[in-house]
């Protein structure tokens, strides 16, 4: 079960699948767990903006790791 007492950040906005593949790869890859917002809306002809969030204390971080995308 998430700790309720972590607080969320939103560390990008994803446009596209495989863009959105690529980011969980390398958040999975260094160890941050994250959670997606909107991926559901998201198939391979049709796009929505997915929000990637982390917990607070991994979000520079991730957008360190991110920043290239």
Request: charged share 20%; hydrophobic share 45%; glycine share 4%.
């Amino acid at each position: 079960m998430a700790d309720p007492n972590i607080k969320l950040i939103s560390i990008s906005l994803v446009n596209s699948p495989a863009l959105l593949t690529i980011a969980k790869s390398i958040l999975e890859d260094a160890d941050i767990p994250y959670i997606t917002r909107g991926e559901g809306f998201q198939s391979i002809y049709a796009t929505g903006p997915v929000t990637l969030l982390v917990a607070e204390q991994d979000a520079d971080q991730a957008r360190e790791l991110l920043a290239d995308l």
